[in-house]
Structure formats: C-alpha cells, structure tokens
C-alpha cells in the first residue's frame, strides 16, 4: 500500500484552493523532501516538518511537469503515515503574493478529502501511501510569484507535516524561443 490520504489530504487542501485561488494548483511541482530546497525552473519549496511529524513525505511529482496554466494538472504524492490520522486533522494555509497575504485559512483535511473525491478517506492508518489527484489550473493564473505555507495537525494539534512552496509564474519569453 502506498502513501494515499495524509498526502491526498494535504494536496486536496492545495488543489481545492485552485478554483478560488489560481496560484495554488500550480504552486506544487515534482518534489523530493528532505529539508533543503529544491528547484526545478520556476519553483521551489522546503519540507519544514520534523522527522517526529505523522506524516513523512516522499516525493510529490507533477505532471505536465512544468505545470501548464489553463490545463490539467496530475500531480503525485507519496508518503509515509506514522500515526492514525482522524476527523479533526487540519491545515493551516497561508497564500501570500510576494509581501501580500492572499489566503489565511483553516481547512479540514478529512472534509476536503471528501468534497474532492479522494481515494483514501480518514480515518487513515499507519503505512505508506501513494495518492493521485487531478485539478485544472485555471487560465486565470497571474504572472506573479507565490509562497504557500501549509502546517497540517493532528485532532490532537500535534505535528502531522509542514512544507513551503514557491512559485514563480512570471512569464519568460525568451526561454521558449
């Protein structure tokens, strides 16, 4: 069994925001963490949980990869659970454009597993998981660079995941001559 709902939790969280908010479909690339930052063209992100959080994640992979605004969006996650996630778990998420804070918002990952038809609902047991999840990222995303934080909790506030992720959707022309 691989890594389904923690991941697909926290990535419905993300890709439930794309309709409301663009950037967030977008702000997710392929990703392996560990700690330090990655990059991959016009992204970027850190793990910021600890290695006693109750989610561990392994890799996150998108597809198109670079993502694609206005098209569909696969994106790929797959972790480790370490302790039972139940109704009740959480994700604080803030979206900021540049200094700007667009989005501040508590979601409920058991609800936003539901609402977006994810495969592995809670309550989640321990084990790995794999989850794919499919969102379009909307033409109107804007040229602009983006930061998402996300800090996920357990029912009890204890420590479930926490990653940051950078986006730079500003157009570069000359790249696709």
Same mark, same amino acid.
């Given at each position: 069994?691989?890594?389904? @709902? %923690? ?14 908010? +663009?950037? $967030? /479909? ?23 949980? @600890? %290695? ?5 994640i392994e890799s ?6 670079? +993502?694609? $605004? /206005? ?46 038809n994810v495969t ?36 009890d506030e204890e ?19």
């Open positions: 069994m691989f890594f389904r @709902l %923690p991941v697909a939790l926290l990535t419905a969280t993300l890709t439930a925001q794309a309709a409301l908010l +663009p950037p $967030i /479909g977008g702000l997710i690339d392929q990703v392996r963490l560990g700690g330090e930052p990655h990059t991959t063209n016009s992204w970027s992100y850190t793990d910021c949980g @600890l %290695p006693t959080d109750g989610v561990q996150i992979k998108l597809s198109p990869d670079p +993502p694609q $605004i /206005g098209k569909d969006l696969t994106i790929t996650a797959r972790g480790v659970v370490t302790e039972r996630i139940e109704e009740g778990a959480y994700a604080d998420v803030i979206v900021k454009l540049g200094l700007v804070k667009l989005l501040h918002k508590r979601f409920d990952l058991c609800e936003e597993a539901r609402k977006n592995v609902q809670c309550p989640v047991e321990p084990g790995e998981y794999e989850v794919v999840h499919t969102v379009q990222l909307p033409r109107e995303t804007p040229r602009a660079k983006f930061t998402v934080n996300v800090n996920a909790f357990t029912s420590d479930l995941a926490c990653l940051v992720l950078k986006a730079d959707f500003i157009g570069r022309p000359w790249l696709s001559l």
